[in-house]
């Protein structure tokens, strides 16, 4: 069994953006920009924008954090994304996720610019990725990929299953598969003996917040295991969706929670940035010359 070890990985991609980010200084004079909207106080969402704005800080990025109270009307987000948009600082923009009840998100993702959506999570990024055009890809799906490609783990012909159809990590995460030529099987919270598609796969990627869910009994010998999920335990423990003790013997790979998809999808909201700031600089450019 071998551990793929997302925070190695990580800190070599963030090694590689600090590089371009340095580089994108001193030819154009641009510096990569993320703005993050935060709405309420969960405080998940706010632990994980603070390690999103450390992340920005470590690589020399541009970050501004737009702290809402939950109150905040929909009118005045859209204000602030629209205005985003239009400043030429920002390369990024992310919006936080999940927010209040009374906010329409489907229409606040749907005004982020899809040359910013480096969450990508707007139609227009979702519709290029499911017709295996580039554009950006949702961090955590993509830290994934990148993660199997680190080791090697080729999903062609694979018969790959992924527990859990939320837009943010299922989705695409069977569509990059798809593209990566795997054969793909979606499971959610109505698939009927969850056991019967999981003893058939290669590879098991699981991302529901369930702790224990996937168990030693319902997996093949050499499986692969990409455990997205992190939950935490009544002890205050952070553990992922999969019996990591039990299964991990059963493994050829898997990876750790905490430790394996988490870091990497940090990873990728940098590098989906500075893949973004790039290209803002090239149109910038582009408009000048004109
Ligand atoms: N909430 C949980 N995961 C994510 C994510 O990857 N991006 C955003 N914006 N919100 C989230």
Do not use: W
Not at 42 to 52: L, T
Not at 99 to 118: G, N, S, Y
Not at 170 to 192: Q, R, S, W, Y
């Amino acid at each position: 069994m071998q551990i793929l070890d997302g925070r190695a990985l990580s800190k070599k991609i963030e090694e590689k953006v600090s590089q371009e980010v340095k580089n994108l200084k001193s030819t154009c004079g641009c510096t990569p920009g993320l703005a993050v909207v935060l709405v309420g106080q969960d405080p998940a969402s706010a632990a994980y924008v603070n390690m999103k704005k450390k992340a920005c800080d470590r690589a020399g990025f541009y970050s501004i954090t737009h702290d809402m109270p939950e109150s905040i009307s929909q009118e005045a987000i859209e204000k602030t994304i629209v205005m985003l948009n239009n400043d030429t600082n920002v390369d990024g923009i992310l919006i936080q996720l999940p927010l209040p009840e009374h906010i329409d998100t489907t229409k606040l993702l749907e005004l982020v610019d899809p040359a910013k959506d480096v969450d990508g999570f707007h139609p227009f990024n979702v519709g290029r990725l499911a017709t295996g055009l580039d554009g950006f890809v949702p961090c955590t799906p993509l830290g994934v990929m990148e993660l199997l490609r680190e080791y090697n783990i080729d999903v062609k012909g694979k018969n790959c299953v992924v527990v859990g159809a939320s837009n943010i990590v299922g989705k695409p995460m069977a569509a990059l598969l798809l593209n990566a030529n795997a054969t793909v099987e979606i499971c959610h919270i109505f698939t009927d003996d969850l056991k019967k598609h999981t003893l058939a796969a290669d590879v098991v990627l699981v991302g529901v917040g369930v702790i224990n869910l996937i168990t030693e009994d319902m997996v093949k010998d050499n499986v692969v295991i990409i455990d997205i999920g992190v939950s935490r335990t009544p002890e205050g423990k952070l553990v992922g969706d999969v019996d990591f003790e039990n299964v991990s013997k059963k493994s050829s790979y898997i990876t750790p929670s905490p430790g394996g998809v988490g870091p990497m999808t940090i990873a990728m909201l940098l590098s989906n940035t500075v893949k973004a700031a790039k290209m803002n600089a090239k149109k910038l450019l582009e408009k000048s010359e004109a």
